[in-house]
Structures are given as structure tokens and as C-alpha cells.
């Protein structure tokens, strides 16, 4: 029998897969010191405790079925406590929602936030995940880079002052994915009286907070504006298995996503969301789970970056690394990242050149590297092998 | 600090949430036996044989990380070979993805096959979960009406010929939610002939075809044409928490639906999915085990039949009830189901009136009837309960 095949939505051509995912695959070989990926340790994740979670989660009742859309109601208020003590004031239950890992809760803030063509500022380099769902919604999208204190917030300023309206500004404020920085106590405040003063959004994505090696990170910008809805998730501090992220955001906002995420996928895992809850509550246990991750990771960048500023001198700059999972370098010799990338593979090492997170092209002399899954002697060895292919390039 | 709220986008006034959830708060009494969930039974899950493959998913490597979106590959190849024996050809691999429930499919599916202004057919009464989606899509929606057999694939056919286009045709083939009927075969084989002809997708939807009472259901639509997406989930068989639900679909699709996953959510849960791969092989035990909710649910439809024929007699007809979880009700005595409600409820016995499924009003004098989570004796005692509301609305 013959027969005609349907058409797709025209809108598919316009979407492509991650540049970096297709990376990725090419530098999946085992010879390979990958400081490509951009996934937590998992090594350092409590196997055995979330094994008992899990063991108590089924032992009980109430565990099999669906649940609510916003999120088991426990969970709920461990991360309202969790909130709560991050803010500086008393976040309720109802301002807690509980996605399917934070990238849920960015696509359904797409939809609940953006009129088609609506204008949305993201940060240069760009954390990806967040791009990919702008683009989707079809907004229009302005890029302001960062700096060693992060968001260029003076650059929004002349945004809002040409008489731009964004509906939203995203940022990775704190140790940046893939920047590296974090944005400053006073960048802070006055991206949040931007907010407040001109009436945009701004979504403050954070999976990596409490991932600090040496202080704390500034309070979050939700702590000075309403209008700031606050992003984070399990997958960093214990695993990205349970699929657990959550937002905290004003009324309107919940409501919102609440009726898109029943029709995006009903509600999440009574189960994941019960092992999370356990775990996130037990809060003398999770102090020293995560100590022991930022000590891990600590010690990893700084072998990192000291072998670089060792091997490299005055041919790159890097950033600190003082928290999160990536190393943000710029060769400052005129070499290529990308052009180099393939003499890279060959001395045995992967990243992924900065033009990966371009918005609109350049970064043609960045990389970003990433500490999480690497030992410092490997990471050391990685970058002698960098720095072997960086020679061979120059001959 | 005066602030300035930002305003949410446009679409969503257009949104509402389900009235049959609303209604659901509304009928949590401890004293009302309700009819109106939708919900498998937790006391027939198999809450040991979780807790046990949970055990052995955390103990093994691999468990804890992020997985690739379109599933974890033992789990898509464990499906694949069910797939196959129900389809009765070789499925692959790369065909089958792995959702966050069937929901996501349906939801990720609506993205990758609609263009804005879509025409798209549903069985009317509807399974609101899908109107929810397609709605959101800004399809344009035809409901064309069910009877004993199933979608009445001849009016489609007269759709056809009169030139409407459809996008997809939407079905819940087994077992209908909210109609308790099954499309015979005769109609699958003309369904699929008619989505070959013209060039349209059909969604096969089908959460409970392993769920019935007297004999299989006929070959599904999808064993005809490759034209057909097939979605179906664990959550009626195994348990909802899992949130493991699955697509068959050609590799256009899947491609599709892969880029969309990424933005969504990046990937599902290797914990649960490795969990279901691990119930979903062991055949002898999965068998067993649906045998047994098979044998529980059969037994509450024939129960709950039995008393609406016996307590109302010609005053109102039924379906049979040959599988799933739902029996639809219509009064031949022009009792209207939504003005009786409140009566009902007082009278300790909650159901949804038939208008909550209707795509263009109607069904005022249908209710659907949930027989999975209550026993013999508490349907029979809910008929006698509606059967006294029934009659004091008549007084």
C-alpha cells in the first residue's frame, strides 16, 4: 500500500541540536582527558544514602501514585525553609514549585512569560540550555556580556534608557556555566531596582550556589526584587538522577506554570521527589555531603587554573574558579579555540570552544573548561597535552 | 521600593485549568465514595518489586547521573521487543523514546507536529489531556463522536471528502478514558487506510490496552500504517511514580521530539527508568502481576455494571466495561448528570458529568464512572447512594 507521509511543524527547521552535545559524542574516546562535558562528579554523589531515601520512600505509603503538579507537598517545605534562609525572609509553600530539573522550569517560564517576539536579554556567553528555549519561543534575543563581576548591568541600563522593554533578563549569577564569574553584591541590587523600577522579569538561574570553595556568593538577586524568580536544583549538590530543580516565584507566576505543567507532563515522581525531600531536610548530613563536593571540586580548579597560568603564562587568561564547574580561558596569542580543537583531540584532550556560547558569533579565542570529573593530576595532564597542541599549532 | 510587576504572556488567559481536577477538590470527603478519580489502584501496585529494583539500580554504576533524552538504552531496547510482539513487526531501537509519562509525548508531540491553526481530530467525549495540549497549541479542533466501536471513522472519512485537512487524529483506541469503549478492528484497518490516503498522523494513545477483562484488544492502528505514533506508559500497569511513558514513531519524529526534550527537561530519570526496565523484562513476573489488576479491576466493572443495571434498569444504559478503569453512564431519563451532582454528593457518592469530556458542550446527561480504586461492595453501595439522588431529584 502506498502511502503519504505527513509534514512536521514548520517550526522545527528553525531549532538544531546542541552544538555541544554533538561535541560531545566526538570526543567520547577513552584516550581522551574530556574537560568538555559540563556534568557533576558522580563519584561524589551519596549513592548509599539516597539508596536508603529511596528504601524508606517505598517502605511507606503514598509513594506509588501521581502526585500534585507543583510537587510533593513536603518537599514543598523543606525548600521553602531552604528558601527562606537564602532570601532573608520568609518564603511560603505556595511560592515553591518543583520542575523536572530547572531546564522544566525554564521552558515553562518561556511559555508563561513570552509573547512571540517578546525581547529577552540573556548574558555572553550564554548558558545554552536557557538560548535553546528562548529561541523556541520565538523571542527576540539581545546578549550583554559578562565581566569579571558579571551581567554588564550598566550596558542593560543604556538597554532601558534607548527605550528597549525586555520581559525578562535570565542570569547565571553565581560561578557562571560557562563564564566562570559571579556577579557582584552591587550589580546585584541594581539589576533587581532595574527590574523593579522598569517592570521585566528576571530569572535568576542557580545550580551552582552552594557550590562556593572559598566564601559564600553574594545574596541572590531575588533577595532585593519581587520580580526576580529563583531557579535551582538537586542535580549539582546531590544528583541529577532524581530530576529534581524547583523555582521560587510570585503568585501569578506559579499559577502559570502550574497549569502548563499539567499539560506538559501532569506531575513529577512522588519517588525522586521524596528521596530529595529526605535528603535536602537531613540538613547535618547535607552540610558535610556538600563540603565534601566543594573540597573535591576546590581542589580540582585550582589545579586547573595553576597549571594553565603555569603552562601558558601571558598566552591566556582564565578566570578563578572560586566556585561551581568551569573555567572560563581566552587565549590572548591570537589562537583560534576552534581551529585548535582537532590538534587538541589528537594530543588527547577536549573542551569546547567559546563560540559554542556565542549569541551572535565570536568568542573565537575562549574555551571553556570544565574541573568537575577530572583529578588534579589529570587535569594537570590535560593541560600539558593543551599546551602541546597549542606548540604543534604555532609551527 | 515601588515595583513595577511584570506582566505574564498573552496566551495564557486563554488557559484553563481542568474542571475535572477542580471538581476533585471539590469531592475529597472522607465521607463520599468518589467515582470521579482517575486513578490506578496503589494497593494493587507492586511496591516489594520496586523497592527491590530500586535497590539494585542504586547499587550498580550508572545509576546517578543525567541520561541521554531520548531514554536509557536498556530500557528503550526492553520496549522495543515489547513493541514489536504487539505491533507484529521488527520495532528498533532508535524508535522508541522514552517521556515523562505519556503526557510529555503528548505535549512534545503536539509541538513537533502542529503549526498555529491545525486541524486536528479527537474523539468526543475527549480525554481532556490531550484537548489540554492541542489547545495550547492553537490547533483548531474537530471532535467527532464515538459509539460502541470505537471513533466513528466514517464521519472522518466524510471530513475527508469534504477537504478538511486534518494535522492528526488523536485516539485512545483501548479502553476509551472517558468512554470505556474500544475501536474494533474493521475501524482500525479504515483509520490507518484513510492516514496512508491523505497523509496524516494518527496518536495511537494507549495507557490501557494491557488492562482487560474478557480478551486482548484487536491489533493496535499502529500494526497498519507507519503513519500511526503509539504512546503508552507504565503508570496503569506498573505505577505512575515512575513517570516512564513511551512513543513509537518513525525517525522524523523521533528526531523531533528528541530536539524538543533537550529544552524541556534535557532527559528523563535513569533511576526510574532503570527501574522500569528492570519490571518490564522479567515477563513472568510482569504477567502475573497485570493478571492480577486485570482480575481485580474485572472484577469491580462487572460490579459496578451489574448494580447500575439492576438500580436503574432501562432509566439509563451503560458500556461494558471490558477494560481499563472507566465505565460511561447516559441517563435515558432526562436526569441532567451536572444538576445532579450536588445531590449526589450529598448523598455520599461523587462522578464527572459527561460535559467536563464534551468538546462543544453535550453529554449533560453522561457521567463517567472510575471503577479502579474501590471494591465490589462500594460500587454497589455508591449505585444505591446514586440511585436515591437520582430519585429525590425527581420528587
Same mark, same amino acid.
Given at each position: 500500500m502506498s502511502s503519504t507521509i505527513p509534514p512536521l511543524a514548520g !517550526?522545527? =527547521? $528553525?531549532l538544531q541540536s546542541s552544538a555541544i552535545r554533538d561535541l560531545l559524542k566526538l570526543t567520547a574516546r577513552a584516550e581522551v582527558i574530556s574537560l568538555a562535558g559540563g556534568l557533576p562528579d558522580a563519584a561524589l554523589m551519596p549513592r548509599d544514602r539516597i539508596a536508603a531515601a529511596a528504601a524508606d520512600a517505598l517502605s511507606g505509603p503514598g509513594c506509588l501514585q501521581y502526585t500534585e503538579s507543583p510537587g510533593w507537598a513536603p518537599l514543598r517545605e523543606v525548600l521553602a525553609a531552604r528558601e527562606s534562609a537564602r532570601l532573608g525572609r520568609a518564603v511560603g509553600v505556595d511560592e515553591v514549585f518543583v520542575t523536572h530539573g530547572s531546564q522544566q522550569a525554564l521552558s515553562l517560564l518561556a511559555e508563561v512569560l513570552l509573547d512571540p517576539g517578546a525581547l529577552v536579554v540573556v548574558e555572553n556567553p550564554a548558558y545554552v540550555g536557557a538560548l535553546q528555549v528562548f529561541r523556541a519561543a520565538s523571542a527576540r534575543i539581545v546578549a550583554l556580556p559578562l565581566d569579571s563581576e558579571g551581567l554588564r548591568v550598566d550596558l542593560l541600563a543604556e538597554l532601558l534608557a534607548s527605550g528597549e522593554r525586555p520581559a525578562l533578563v535570565h542570569t547565571v549569577s553565581n560561578f557562571h556555566n560557562p563564564g566562570g564569574v559571579t556577579m557582584s553584591a552591587e550589580r546585584r541590587r541594581a539589576l533587581a531596582e532595574l527590574a523593579d523600577a522598569h517592570g521585566f522579569w528576571v530569572i535568576e538561574d542557580d545550580p551552582y550556589g552552594e557550590l562556593y570553595f572559598d566564601a559564600p556568593a553574594p545574596a541572590p538577586v531575588a533577595a532585593y526584587s519581587r520580580n526576580v524568580i529563583r531557579l535551582s536544583s538537586a =542535580? !549539582? &549538590? &546531590?544528583?541529577?538522577?532524581?530530576?529534581v530543580g524547583w523555582m521560587t516565584a510570585p503568585p501569578s507566576v506559579f499559577r502559570g506554570v502550574e497549569l502548563l505543567k499539567q499539560g506538559a507532563d501532569l506531575c513529577g515522581s512522588a519517588l525522586t521527589q521524596q528521596i530529595a525531600a529526605d535528603l535536602l531536610a537531613d540538613a547535618a548530613w547535607l552540610s558535610g555531603h556538600i563540603e565534601s563536593v566543594r573540597t573535591a571540586y576546590g581542589a580540582r580548579a585550582k589545579a586547573l587554573v595553576h597549571a594553565l597560568r603555569d603552562r601558558f603564562g601571558d598566552r591566556l587568561t582564565c578566570t %578563578?574558579?572560586? $566556585? $561551581?564547574m568551569f573555567v572560563w580561558a581566552d587565549f590572548t596569542?591570537?589562537? %583560534?579555540a576552534q581551529e585548535l580543537l582537532p590538534r587538541a583531540l589528537d594530543a588527547g584532550v577536549a573542551y569546547v570552544p567559546g563560540s559554542a556560547f556565542a549569541v551572535d558569533g565570536g568568542y573565537r579565542h575562549s574555551m571553556r573548561l570544565c574541573f568537575s570529573t577530572s583529578d588534579a593530576a589529570t587535569l594537570t595532564e590535560a593541560v600539558d597535552r593543551l599546551a602541546g597542541a597549542g606548540q604543534s599549532a604555532q609551527l
Open positions: !517550526k522545527l =527547521s $528553525g =542535580s !549539582k &549538590i &546531590i544528583a541529577p538522577t532524581l530530576r %578563578d574558579a572560586t $566556585g $561551581g596569542d591570537g589562537t %583560534d
